[in-house]
C-alpha cells in the first residue's frame, strides 16, 4: 500500500502533473521542459526525480541532457490511471497552454544546448 500512496503522492505537485501531461505527447528534454514550465533545471530535475523514483517516468542520456518519457506501467491500476490522465489532462486549459508553448519552442530551437 504504501508504494501505491508514493505513486499517487507524484500527483500532488502542479509541476509534475504539466510534466506528466507534455510527457503524454512522447519523450522530451529536459531542456524542453525548462521551457515550458519556465522553471530552472534544478527544479525540473528534482520533479522528473520524484517521478522516475515512484515509476511514473524512464529517462536517458543523450549527451549532456537528460530526457524523459512515461514508464511501462506494471500493475492494472496504473495502466488504468496513465488511461484516465491521458484522457483528461489534455483537457485542460493550462496543459494546452503548455501544448502550445512547447510548440513554440520546437519551431524555434535547434538543439539542447
Known amino acids: 500500500m504504501r508504494t501505491t500512496a508514493q505513486f499517487f503522492k ?3 505537485e502542479e509541476p509534475r502533473l504539466r510534466i506528466l501531461a507534455l510527457l503524454l505527447d512522447g519523450e522530451l528534454c529536459v531542456c524542453d521542459l525548462m521551457a515550458v514550465l519556465q522553471l ?7 520533479h522528473l526525480a520524484y517521478l522516475r523514483n ?5 529517462g536517458r ?7 524523459y ?5 506494471e500493475t492494472p491500476l496504473a ?4 488511461e484516465l ?3 483528461r489532462l489534455p483537457e485542460l486549459p ?15 530551437k535547434k538543439k539542447c544546448a
Open 85 to 87: 490522465l491521458s484522457k
Open 10 to 12: 507524484a500527483l500532488s
Open 69 to 73: 518519457r512515461l514508464a511501462e506501467m
Open 94 to 108: 493550462d496543459t494546452q497552454q503548455d501544448y502550445n508553448t512547447l510548440e513554440a519552442f520546437r519551431r524555434t
Open 54 to 58: 515512484t515509476g511514473w517516468v524512464k
Open 40 to 46: 530552472p533545471q534544478s527544479t525540473i530535475s528534482r
Open 79 to 82: 495502466k488504468e490511471l496513465v
Open 61 to 67: 542520456r543523450g549527451g549532456v541532457w537528460m530526457y
